[in-house]
């Protein structure tokens, strides 16, 4: 297989992946993009790092709990503005099977 | 010159002013408005200003507040307002097509502070997409410009922000910071910003784009203005659980009465930081150390070499974290829409997001799908989260052996408008200096610390994380020495 069959492949798995059409008049410019971008990212790939836990996040600590007592919640005609299909306080969606 | 004794006041002398006399509150707007509509056609710092009469209805609410004996810490302060905060009523873009008309129902944590202490939003600004960027110019809604010459850019992502501060179109102004983006305009418009200690500050109503790693803060025209507005802002929150629980109550008196000597300061500066940036950048922060060393700061080189890693390690995070958080715009329940009758949920989510999202936003939520994608997830992900740690524990060492770690902000000085906007790479590379204390979470400010070409060049001060009272108090000092604090730009 050609590396260039390979690259198309890779991109329709990540457009796949993100949910983002790669058209095809930018398709090009993408391809090259992001290929100058994982070259960048290469340098992290060669490291050797046995023994190091990643740091997620620098609160390690993990989150809090909030007491479990009724606060206010958001006002269901300002939240349904922004929502241009809905049926009795529901947004409609696509089918998703 | 009259006109602008008032608008280039800083914010802590006119709250005493207009607890003194609340009806000046009014020709403080007044001119302030005049003044938008002066320079906000050269510059574009704003994407949505509320109109003079809504502003003059809150300013009169704040008044009345005042004069029933009410004590506010921000009555009737002009705040512009980073458009990726969320605020009711008031419409919140992200600099994005896929938000270009959604109206939150909900204000942001730091939101509702301010406008309890009497704080007044005057606008939303202009940003690049969600965040990503160092120059305003990925937004849908065109670049904004630099006030010090309207030709270059204003540093970004929160370049709105610093831009309406600079120019006295707002008197403070909100940004957020995930690798630079409040310190790099900061810098390029001569105006002060801080990027808080992770978890001092609430991020409820942030739009989120990297969360491990973004902060709101202050962009301020002097640190004591930033020092108050952090202040407020800051503090627990029961709807941020990464909140730390921690009051910045006193804050701004503290650095007020600060009077931090520079005697025996021990900074220290890491070559990896510093190694490649601008020659004329390099000179003007020189000049600002031999000052503090002249001053009695004994000033030390240090070598880290973990730090060339920093940005791939901090681009991979940023990216997967963002591939993560914007997942959530699927064009269903805000933003753009398009019928969702007789087709598959797959077409629906591919067509809003391939027709909302600007290109930069769409290398990196693609990238990021990348980088977390079976297989890939530990050579990348897993792998720039281990650098992450080996980075944040080597600078909290090096912070455990000297006070502060200095640099310049920016390794360059504002660039052309388009200069390099059309690679990626060019403009990855000049958050070298930024992108550490948000990998870290640990507390920096930049403040002006000289001028290249009439253009300002930002020192960075970076410190242990929860230190925020002797960072700004030791910024206030060298704000003292070096002499820079409420500059007015000259290309408008």
């Given at each position: 297989m050609s590396l260039r069959s390979d690259l198309d492949k890779w991109m329709d798995k990540i457009s796949r992946l993100a949910l983002i059409k790669i058209e095809s008049n930018e398709r090009g410019r993408l391809l090259k993009d992001l290929m100058r971008i994982l070259e960048f990212f290469e340098e992290i790939r060669k490291l050797k790092l046995e023994g190091i836990d990643p740091l997620f996040h620098v609160i390690e600590h993990g989150g809090k709990l909030r007491n479990d007592i009724e606060s206010q919640v958001l006002d269901l005609k300002e939240v349904l503005m922004n929502i241009k299909e809905h049926e009795e306080g529901f947004v409609k969606g696509p089918k998703t099977v | 010159m009259s006109m602008f004794n008032i608008l280039y006041k800083p914010a802590y002398e006119l709250v005493e002013e207009f607890k003194e006399n609340p009806d000046l509150m009014l020709d403080y707007v007044a001119k302030t408005y005049e003044r938008i509509k002066e320079v906000e056609p050269k510059l574009n710092a704003f994407i949505t200003l509320r109109s003079y009469d809504d502003v003059v209805k809150d300013v009169e609410k704040v008044m009345s507040r005042l004069k029933r004996g009410e004590r506010v810490r921000l009555p009737g302060i002009l705040v512009a307002v980073k458009d990726n905060i969320s605020t009711r009523g008031l419409r919140t873009t992200c600099a994005s097509r896929i938000l270009h008309d959604y109206i939150p129902p909900y204000n942001a944590t730091v939101i509702e502070r301010l406008i309890k202490e009497g704080a007044i939003v005057v606008g939303k600004t202009n940003m690049d997409e969600f965040a990503m960027g160092s120059t305003t110019e990925n937004s849908a809604f065109g670049p904004t410009r630099n006030p010090?010459?309207?030709?270059l850019v204003p540093g970004g992502s929160s370049g709105g922000s610093a831009v309406a501060v600079s120019t006295a179109e707002s008197t403070i102004a909100l940004g957020s910071d995930t690798g630079g983006s409040i310190r790099c305009p900061a810098s390029f418009t001569g105006t002060v910003g801080i990027k808080p200690t992770y978890g001092l500050v609430s991020r409820y109503g942030l739009v989120a784009y990297a969360n491990s790693l973004e902060q709101i803060g202050p962009i301020a025209r002097n640190v004591l203005d930033a020092a108050l507005l952090l202040e407020i802002i800051g503090g627990d929150d029961p709807r941020d659980s990464t909140t730390l629980g921690i009051s910045l109550d006193g804050l701004f008196n503290e650095v007020m009465d600060s009077e931090y000597s520079l005697e025996g300061v021990k900074l220290a500066i890491i070559k990896e930081m510093v190694y490649g940036a601008d020659e004329e950048v390099l000179k003007v922060f020189y000049e600002a150390v031999n000052k503090l060393i002249s001053e009695g700061c004994v000033v030390n080189e240090v070598s880290l070499p973990i730090v060339k890693y920093s940005l791939p390690a901090y681009y991979i995070i940023a990216m997967a974290e963002a591939s993560s958080n914007l997942a959530r715009f699927d064009g269903l329940r805000y933003g753009l829409h398009i019928p969702?009758?007789?087709?598959s949920w797959y077409d629906v989510y591919m067509e809003v997001r391939t027709k909302g999202f600007g290109i930069e936003v769409k290398r990196r939520v693609l990238l990021g799908s990348f980088v977390l994608s079976a297989g890939y997830n530990e050579q990348f992900y897993l792998k720039a989260l281990r650098v992450r740690r080996l980075i944040r524990d080597s600078l909290m060492k090096v912070l455990k052996e000297f006070d502060f770690i200095i640099s310049p902000t920016m390794p360059v000085l504002p660039f052309k408008i388009g200069e390099r906007i059309e690679d990626p790479l060019k403009l990855y590379v000049i958050d070298v200096e930024t992108v550490l204390a948000n990998l870290a979470g640990i507390p920096a400010v930049s403040i002006t610390c000289g001028f290249s070409n009439d253009l300002p060049v930002g020192l960075q001060i970076m410190s242990p994380p929860l230190t925020e009272p002797k960072l700004l108090s030791f910024s206030k000092s060298l704000e003292e020495v070096l002499g820079f604090r409420d500059l007015v730009p000259k290309g408008v």
């Open positions: - | 010090w010459n309207t030709e969702v009758s007789g087709r």
